[in-house]
């Protein structure tokens, strides 16, 4: 049987790291392509390539050889502190866009046939995301369309984008959108990083029993580990519908509570101090009812079991830090 040939756009990243991972466990011949190498482990793909994925010649060139699935996972992201301050818009749109436009021309000018791309949660309306204890997140209710961020409406561009060279091109899309993915190996300081390694790293650094949390933690999210956020993209890759489809958690938790459940893990004692901050939307947790029904699973690993994984790893990285 032929080995199958994935090209990982992103591959330098936290879940495109984990995907390489992923697929070489499972008989992929892998080429990952990123600005940079992965900063945690080294890389696992079979031939890694460090370059601008906004260079349209370095996509044409990295799709050839035989490529049989694309993943684009590259965009210009992070997490609140990045996305929602506004200093960052003109380049999270031109970077992420240009990036998808240059990939999907690529595949087209090569004959590659089949791809994943990694929409997000930010695209889901902000009207419906006021009330941090019942926020709708359905895939139907994406229109009329309301994002609240920039990053979010690039996201949604970009889903009609590679649908729409499905449509005209023969290009099979298979479109997920991630709800907070998170786990070891990701950024957890810096400014770019998401609520739990935040968290995480917060209450390891805590020398005097106190951590800030941005707004009044009431605010909800639902957090996805990485392992079903993979397990996730696998299903929907080999099966026959394109999405766009949630791949997230249903355990919705207000960022109070994701701070105290963080404190519990580390077994300090540890008191919230709440302070403005970038917010985002009031509520957001992924309805998982058309996963189910499409590819017959969800996410189901309880988000303390991610969380304890998570803070044992962001932990180990305060103490060398602070060992240097």
């Given at each position: 049987m032929e080995t199958k040939r994935a090209l990982v756009c992103g591959a330098g990243g936290f879940i495109g790291s984990h995907l390489v991972r992923r697929l070489k466990k499972e008989g992929y011949w892998v080429r990952g392509v990123d600005l940079k190498h992965s900063e945690f482990s080294q890389t696992a793909a079979d031939?890694?390539?460090v370059g601008d994925l906004t260079d349209a010649g370095l996509c044409k060139l990295v799709m050839q050889g035989g490529i049989d699935i694309v993943y684009q996972l590259a965009a210009d992201m992070g997490g609140a502190g990045y996305i929602f301050t506004g200093d960052n818009?003109?380049?999270v749109m031109h970077n992420s866009a240009t990036i998808n436009?240059?990939?999907?021309?690529?595949?087209?000018?090569?004959?590659?046939?089949?791809?994943?791309?990694s929409s997000s949660a930010c695209i889901y309306p902000e009207y419906n995301q006021m009330d941090p204890d019942n926020p709708k997140c359905s895939e139907a209710s994406a229109y009329p369309a309301g994002p609240d961020s920039e990053y979010g409406w690039e996201k949604l561009f970009s889903e009609r984008l590679f649908l729409a060279f499905q449509r005209n091109f023969g290009i099979?899309?298979?479109?997920?959108r991630f709800h907070n993915i998170f786990g070891p190996e990701g950024?957890?300081?810096?400014g770019r990083e998401k609520s739990p390694a935040a968290m995480c790293r917060k209450v390891a650094e805590s020398q005097d029993g106190t951590i800030e949390v941005w707004g009044d933690g009431i605010q909800t999210r639902s957090f996805l580990y990485i392992d079903e956020c993979l397990e996730g993209v696998q299903r929907l890759v080999n099966s026959d519908f394109s999405g766009p489809v949630n791949i997230g958690s249903d355990e919705m938790i207000s960022i109070n509570n994701l701070a105290k459940m963080v404190a519990e893990i580390s077994g300090k004692p540890i008191a919230i101090k709440n302070i403005p901050g970038p917010l985002g939307v009031r509520g957001r947790n992924s309805d998982n009812n058309l996963i189910k029904e499409k590819l017959n699973w969800a996410p189901s690993i309880p988000l303390k079991v991610g969380i304890t994984k998570t803070y044992e790893w962001v932990s180990e990285q305060v103490a060398k830090q602070k060992a240097k």
């Amino acid at each position: 049987m032929e080995t199958k040939r994935a090209l990982v756009c992103g591959a330098g990243g936290f879940i495109g790291s984990h995907l390489v991972r992923r697929l070489k466990k499972e008989g992929y011949w892998v080429r990952g392509v990123d600005l940079k190498h992965s900063e945690f482990s080294q890389t696992a793909a079979d031939e890694f390539i460090v370059g601008d994925l906004t260079d349209a010649g370095l996509c044409k060139l990295v799709m050839q050889g035989g490529i049989d699935i694309v993943y684009q996972l590259a965009a210009d992201m992070g997490g609140a502190g990045y996305i929602f301050t506004g200093d960052n818009d003109a380049n999270v749109m031109h970077n992420s866009a240009t990036i998808n436009l240059n990939i999907l021309h690529a595949m087209q000018v090569n004959g590659v046939k089949k791809v994943f791309y990694s929409s997000s949660a930010c695209i889901y309306p902000e009207y419906n995301q006021m009330d941090p204890d019942n926020p709708k997140c359905s895939e139907a209710s994406a229109y009329p369309a309301g994002p609240d961020s920039e990053y979010g409406w690039e996201k949604l561009f970009s889903e009609r984008l590679f649908l729409a060279f499905q449509r005209n091109f023969g290009i099979k899309a298979h479109v997920a959108r991630f709800h907070n993915i998170f786990g070891p190996e990701g950024t957890w300081t810096g400014g770019r990083e998401k609520s739990p390694a935040a968290m995480c790293r917060k209450v390891a650094e805590s020398q005097d029993g106190t951590i800030e949390v941005w707004g009044d933690g009431i605010q909800t999210r639902s957090f996805l580990y990485i392992d079903e956020c993979l397990e996730g993209v696998q299903r929907l890759v080999n099966s026959d519908f394109s999405g766009p489809v949630n791949i997230g958690s249903d355990e919705m938790i207000s960022i109070n509570n994701l701070a105290k459940m963080v404190a519990e893990i580390s077994g300090k004692p540890i008191a919230i101090k709440n302070i403005p901050g970038p917010l985002g939307v009031r509520g957001r947790n992924s309805d998982n009812n058309l996963i189910k029904e499409k590819l017959n699973w969800a996410p189901s690993i309880p988000l303390k079991v991610g969380i304890t994984k998570t803070y044992e790893w962001v932990s180990e990285q305060v103490a060398k830090q602070k060992a240097k």
